[in-house]
């Protein structure tokens, strides 16, 4: 079965510091990897993805860092705010033909950032 | 640009009842993916459809149903609903496989 692990569960960092979530897929056949932050009550809002062909990715303050042979894949967040304080996912996602795709969602991490 | 809308926001069902719920992508999206959230956990892939044809299946029982229209709104339907059902139910439409998925609010699904 397609599994996407992510740890920690729970992350709790000081205002300023560096949040570092890491997630672990088994199917190669995963090709899109994206990140969502998730607020109570909210649905999940895309913040950044990469593809394999990539190392690495940064929008911001957001960082994607990927290692296709370990099928490892990592957030960081940088300068990390009160604000970032949300429930975050990686997922992955395998185009598999005539226009079927799905994500693949690991646990979630609850981040909370600290004053 | 309005976001994914998902209607009702909130739902109470009596347990062996039957749901429906809406969802109206983004404009000019055809994909429309549903997954049900349980609480403390991600979102679990329950359907997709892309040009009104259902293009995937989670690993859901056949009380679940779902339908795009042609205008590419979708609904959920389940049947015979089990206390298990409580949830979220989140409706997501993209562009593409690889363009990002845009999630609604969710439906809150509770179950008595």
């Known amino acids: 079965q397609q599994q996407v692990k992510q740890s920690p569960q729970s992350l709790i960092v000081q205002k300023g510091g560096i949040s570092i979530i890491n997630c672990a897929y088994e199917?190669?056949?995963?090709?899109?990897f994206p990140w969502y932050q998730q607020f109570p009550g909210k649905g999940p809002a895309l913040l950044i993805a990469?593809?394999?062909?990539?190392s690495e990715k940064k929008e911001g303050r957001f960082t994607i860092s990927f290692n296709k042979s370990a099928k490892q894949f990592s957030l960081h967040i940088m300068d990390s705010q009160p604000g970032d304080s949300a429930t975050y996912f990686c997922?992955?996602?395998?185009?598999?033909?005539?226009?079927?795709?799905?994500?693949?969602f690991g646990k979630g991490t609850k981040l909370s950032v600290i004053p | 640009d309005a976001g994914v809308t998902q209607s009702p926001t909130h739902l109470i069902k009596t347990r062996g009842q039957q749901v429906t719920l809406r969802c109206s992508p983004i404009?000019?999206?055809?994909?429309v993916s549903w997954y049900q959230q349980v609480l403390g956990q991600g979102p679990q892939f329950i359907f997709q459809?892309?040009?009104?044809?259902?293009?995937g299946r989670g690993n859901f029982p056949d009380r679940f149903s779902a339908r795009q229209f042609p205008n590419y709104s979708s609904e959920l339907n389940v049947n015979a609903l089990l206390l298990g059902d409580s949830a979220l139910y989140l409706c997501?439409?993209?562009?593409?496989?690889?363009?990002?998925?845009?999630f609604g609010s969710g439906t809150r699904l509770t179950v008595v």
């Open positions: 997501a439409s993209s562009l593409g496989w690889d363009h990002g998925y845009t």
């Open positions: 199917n190669t056949a995963f090709d899109y």
């Open positions: 990469i593809r394999p062909d990539v």
């Open positions: 997922a992955a996602s395998a185009y598999s033909g005539a226009g079927s795709y799905q994500l693949t």
């Open positions: 404009s000019g999206h055809k994909s």
């Open positions: 459809y892309y040009e009104k044809e259902e293009r």
